[in-house]
T-cell receptor, first 111, second 118 residues
């Protein structure tokens, strides 16, 4: 079936470290977004990136649509980066079924 | 611009009751989608509305329904609540209609309504 897989599921790092989160998807996509879910549950938009590379401060993302993966890079991690990071896609084939989410990467940044 | 707003933020109901949740999209956005988040199933798509019409529906029973008003505000209703309906319900809005190739614009989420069913 159509799937979005994120890795690693959990990541514990020291403040100042860099990290790479990966999102693999099983079919062609029209839309790919990265979110950070805060402790209160709200999904904060990080990137809208169905293809190509974008950067925003310490964060950057790359999507290689032809190889069906996306990467989120976090540099010089801060404790406020802790939380769950989700990748979500809309698949090209068939009807539009809303965003399909991965299970997330739980990131803990220790001081 | 104000973000997506959802009311109420917290809700406690008992089994068998029904509940209505409300979502106001970002001003000018015309598409509203609803998602359910539970620890076991993660984030799942419920349905999407555009111009007062339901365009897509996820794999949820008929107890889950929704509607959209002419000002793009949306409500979702869950009837005959079950314990398993306890979840965070998230609403998202986007700027325009789904394009011909079914791609979506970037979606922006509200803070959610946390529903507890006792």
């Amino acid at each position: 079936g159509i799937q979005v897989e994120q890795s690693p599921p959990d990541l514990i790092l020291q403040e100042g470290a860099n990290s790479t989160l990966r999102c693999n998807f099983s079919d062609s996509v029209n839309n790919l977004q990265w979110f950070h879910q805060n402790p209160w549950g709200q999904l904060i938009n990080l990137f809208y990136i169905p293809s190509g590379t974008k950067q925003n401060g310490r964060l950057s993302a790359t999507t290689v649509a032809t190889e069906r993966y996306s990467l989120l890079y976090i540099s010089s991690s801060q404790t406020t980066d802790s939380g769950v990071y989700f990748c979500a896609v809309t698949f090209s084939g068939g009807g539009a079924d809303g965003l399909t989410f991965g299970k997330g990467t739980h990131l803990i940044i220790q001081p | 611009k104000a973000g997506v707003t959802q009311t109420p933020r917290y809700l406690i109901k008992t089994r068998g009751q029904q509940v209505t949740l409300s979502c106001s999209p970002i001003s000018g956005h015309r598409s509203v989608s609803w998602y359910q988040q539970t620890p076991g199933q993660g984030l799942q798509f419920l349905f999407e509305y555009f111009s007062e019409t339901q365009r897509n529906k996820g794999n949820f029973p008929g107890r889950f329904s929704g509607r959209q008003f002419s000002n793009s505000r949306s409500e979702m209703n869950v009837s005959t609540l079950e314990l398993g309906d306890s979840a965070l319900y998230l609403c998202a809005s986007s700027g325009g209609p789904p394009l011909r190739n079914f791609s979506y614009n970037e979606q922006f989420f509200g803070p959610g309504t946390r529903l507890t069913v006792l």
